[in-house]
């Protein structure tokens, strides 16, 4: 009992004193820690019992600091003359500063402290007390304590993960009681503070632009009033980094500093041990950790000046501008995403225009990938074709449903389809979440994007490929309904695919149009079916009645197990598929035993001969026997 686990950061001074609800998985910060038992403050050993069974007898405050390891504050407390009131009557709080606290004060500071003892150190003092007794149950995250220093305000924030700060400082051992109060000890000397964050700000020279930017963008009501917010400052320096014309256009929008700097309840530094999300006052989230001694924000080592704390809140110095993707534009996005390529297309194409500007659309990029092999030729051609990869308007993905049409910049409308597994505009899937800028949306795509021309008889028609499927979807008297409006899937078999067939069998079937029309209709489905929506099986029904099994193979788009030769032929009415072989309705298979239909009752007989004789035994199932057997006979002339 009584026995304290104590978690030493490895190459530091800095100890973790856990408990249930505070362990921290041997690592801080993603270093590890060297863990420890001692006697909790208070309790003490005895030979050949375990733990820490003996309660040591409760002193005064000024006796405890010495106990549990303040003793720098103790002696402080004697110079200043607080003694005799530690020492006394009463019930007090002291947040005390360890050792390595003091010892960390720069030399100035110090001096300015122990020179004037009687007033400067004992009024410091006096601002680490609470004239009641306080213990950590008590101390509630986002309120503040009266000091027995001019009943100034101290700072409490008590965090999920179990650490407790009281004006930034981290309580490091807590709950020590003492005759007249109780004793936290603390990790730093902690100050006054006077100054709003907008006063920070505006006495801070290495803030000056923020300061611009905050007027610029109205924010300074919200930096001035009463409530717990972290402000991620940039330092002059970080603004510094960004292009001119980036910045002009941040400087003044409110919702770049809001949605990335501006966090919605105070996060001390010394409350972050591990990486955690944060939430900013627009509602987007922010990736907050640490890296041994320094914070991060979304992985990167950029926080200068920590803990800089305000009477509403704690100010953090960063070193790079957070710019939100919704302070961005579309260019700005893309060259940041997996369709950097794309870019360079779209610049080519002298279009870059639209994706800088205050044009509200939605870019339809796709991913690198789609360009392994190089970039196409930027002709007129082309040119168009990237018009239809930018729709007229500020979409979310969220909100698109099956069957919306989209209209482009190269005035082309395109067709929405949602999939159990997959979302897709035309033949193209989105391959990864959008990205909302300031004027702008990106959706990532995972090929170009070919937009319908023409109804399916149009397509196919136009299409050397097809001049017999064409003759042979006039001769069945099909063309009409391919070229309705619909939502048609075609396997079309190409003129390969007819010359594969016997030329017998081919000539019959021309000759019948009753069975063409019924062997075509087999190959239509009344469903837009794109191969982004393929996964290991797909079952689609014919319009002849037969169900069309679609399946992927090896990346490849298979029909009734027949690899198909080319996907996504967009029609305005459809997809097309080109498939080398003509695809047989079961109907129109040969049958594998004879034209007669199989007995069940014979096929199980001839299965179960091992049962003959227990069936001739039993007079129940003598009768059955003898049945079965004459039919057999009739059938096959004996066994």
Known sequence: PNVCAVQKLIGTNRKYFTNCKQWYQRKICGKATVISYECCPGYEKVPGEKGCPAALPLSNIYETLGVVGSATTQL?????????????????????????????????????????????????????????????????????????????????????????????????????????????????????????????????????????????????????????????????????????????????????????????????????????????????????????????????????????????????????????????????????????KSMDLFRQAGLSSHLTGSEQVTLLAPVN????????????????????HIVRDQLS?????????????????????????????????????????????????????????????????????FSTLVAAIQSAGLTENLNRPGTFTVFAPTNEAFRAMPQGELNKLMGNAKELANILKFHVADEILVSGAVGALVRLKSMQGDKLEVSMKNNVIHINKEPVAESDIMATNGVIYAVNSVLQPQASRPQERGDEPADPALEIFKQASALSKVSQRNPRLAPVYSRLLARMKENSGGF
């Open 76 to 340: 402080y407390s004697d110079r200043s003359n607080l003694r005799p009131e530690i020492e006394g009557p009463g019930s007090f709080t002291i947040f005390a500063p360890s050792n390595e606290a003091w010892a960390s004060l720069s030399a100035e500071t110090l001096d300015s402290l122990v020179s004037n003892v009687n007033i400067e150190l004992l009024n410091a003092l006096r601002y680490h007390m609470v004239n009641k007794r306080v213990l950590t149950d008590d101390l509630k995250h986002g309120t503040t304590l009266n000091s027995m220093y001019q009943d100034l305000p101290i700072q409490i924030h008590h965090y999920p993960n179990g650490i407790v700060t009281v004006n930034c400082a981290r309580l490091l051992k807590a709950d020590h009681h003492a005759t007249n109060g109780v004793v936290h000890v603390i990790d730093k000397v902690i100050a006054t503070t006077t100054n709003s964050i907008q006063q920070i700000i505006e006495t801070e020279e290495s803030l000056e632009t923020l300061r611009a930017a905050v007027a610029a963008s109205d924010l300074n009501s919200l930096l001035e009033s009463k409530g717990q917010y972290t402000l991620l400052a940039p330092t002059n320096e970080a603004f510094e980094k960004i292009p001119r014309e980036t910045l002009n256009r941040i400087l003044g929008d409110p919702e770049a500093l809001r949605d990335h700097h501006i966090l919605k309840s105070a996060m001390c530094a010394e409350a972050i041990i591990a990486g955690l999300t944060m939430e900013t006052l627009e509602g987007t989230t922010l990736d907050v950790g640490c890296s041994g001694e320094e914070l991060t924000l979304n992985g990167k080592p950029i926080i200068a000046n920590k803990d800089v704390l305000a009477t509403n809140g704690v100010v953090h110095f960063v070193n790079e501008l957070l710019i939100p993707d919704s302070a961005k534009t579309l260019f700005e996005l893309a060259q940041e995403s997996e369709v950097s």
């Open 369 to 388: 990938e789609v360009f392994k092999d190089g970039l196409p030729v930027v002709d007129n051609n082309m040119k168009n074709l990237l018009l239809n």
């Open 397 to 465: 993905s969220k909100y698109l449903y099956h069957g919306q049409k989209l209209p482009t910049l190269g005035d082309k409308e395109l067709r929405v389809f949602v999939y159990r597994n997959n979302l897709c505009i035309e033949n193209a899937c989105i391959a990864a979440h959008d990205k909302r800028g300031r004027f702008g949306t990106l959706f990532s795509m995972d090929k170009m994007l070919t937009p319908p021309s023409g109804s399916v008889m149009d397509v196919l028609k136009a299409d050397h490929r």
